[in-house]
């Protein structure tokens, strides 16, 4: 573990695909810490590079993408240095462990299910055989599948969407790792069984200890789970802090953005907020504010140059020129001022 309890520490990361005979930049400098035993939210819209970038972590990138520059530190090692798969090992899954979205794609079709755990067991946890049999089917009735001996032993197909996802965390789970990353866990999911699934990896990160990344555009997954909040937009991080304060007191005009779009903020009658114009090409070179071209509380300096990362408070931290001391005092919209006048009515109370 690092200083200040930093359990991994992301600084200035860039990775880069090679399509069709062209470079394009996915993370541009991003910056991160995560901390032992938390849960981070990474937010944003589709596109904006978080599973990308928390790929990088476990060496899980596409063939045609690499790290360019900047560090991953975890466990006194720089993650973005490995080159080779012997070295991945060691980490992925035994250390860092992923819940991907899609169940039905992260499970073989063709092997029983207490099986494919198993595997992860005997290749991590050093049990073979009936050992690693009966740990497998613990993690199964841990995980709240019933009869899990009998269930062990059918096919992915004969499962439910639910009880997939529970399964692939059954997986996660089987190496003990200290760092569970969750990507879009519950977005195929109804949300009564999304709400069984949120509350299983809550459950299970009390019993573990392990530390936890979402990574999600559902903000109601946030509002739930999130100790702290990253909000990420074009391969970067451009707002951070306590779940409280991103939500409620949130400073950058991407965030506003986001929050505006919730449609419990819509006023009956009216059309739902949704943020004009598209991302911006990440094959060309952004040397402005990238969300400049779509924000409607753009500066001039916003289309010239990128704005520094802003300290708001020690936890809190925002890259807009909005933040600068030279820039003109200018108030978030309706709907977020009327959320921050709620919080701190609700707080006093």
């Known amino acids: 573990m690092q200083e200040n309890g930093t359990i991994l520490s992301v600084k200035d990361l860039v990775i880069k695909f090679r399509l069709r005979g062209r470079v394009l930049t996915a993370i541009r400098g991003a910056s991160l810490e995560l901390r032992e035993g938390e849960t981070l939210a990474i937010v944003g819209e589709s596109g904006s590079g978080k599973s990308v970038f928390t790929k990088s972590f476990i060496g899980m990138l596409d063939q045609n993408g690499w790290v360019d520059s900047g560090s991953i530190l975890f466990d006194g090692n720089d993650l973005a240095q490995y080159r080779k798969e012997e070295q991945w090992l060691g980490v992925r899954g035994k250390r860092i462990s992923m819940v991907f979205q899609d169940p039905m794609t992260a499970l073989n079709p063709l092997r029983p299910v207490g099986r494919q755990i198993q595997e992860v067991i005997e290749l991590h946890q050093g049990l073979d055989g009936r050992q690693a049999q009966r740990a497998a089917v613990e993690l199964l009735e841990r995980v709240g599948i019933t009869e899990p001996a009998m269930r062990s032993r059918q096919y992915p197909h004969e499962f439910s969407g639910g009880m ?14 200290r760092i569970l990353i969750c990507d879009e866990p519950t977005t195929a999911l109804d949300v009564t069984i999304q709400a069984q699934i949120l509350g299983l990896i809550k459950a299970l990160r009390s019993d573990f200890g392990f530390t936890t990344i979402y990574i999600t555009h559902d903000l109601g997954v946030v509002a739930d789970v999130a100790d702290r909040v990253a909000v990420m937009y074009a391969g970067t991080i451009v707002e951070r802090g306590t779940a409280e304060e991103v939500f409620y007191d949130p400073r950058h005009p991407y965030t506003w953005a986001l929050l505006s779009s919730l449609p419990q ?54 890259s807009t020129w909005l933040l600068d001391p030279r820039a003109p005092a200018m108030e978030p919209p309706a709907a977020i001022r009327s959320m921050r006048d709620k919080y701190v009515a609700r707080s006093a109370s």
Do not use: W
């Open 164 to 177: 997939r996802q529970r399964v692939v965390i059954a997986i996660a789970m089987a190496c003990k790792p």
């Open 265 to 318: 903020l819509g006023v009956k009658g009216k059309p739902l907020y949704s943020i004009s114009g598209t991302p911006p090409n990440l094959f060309n070179t952004i040397t402005a504010d990238a969300f400049a071209p779509r924000n409607p509380y753009a500066l001039k300096v916003d289309f010239v140059r990128q704005p520094p990362e802003f300290r708001v408070t020690e936890t809190h931290y925002a």
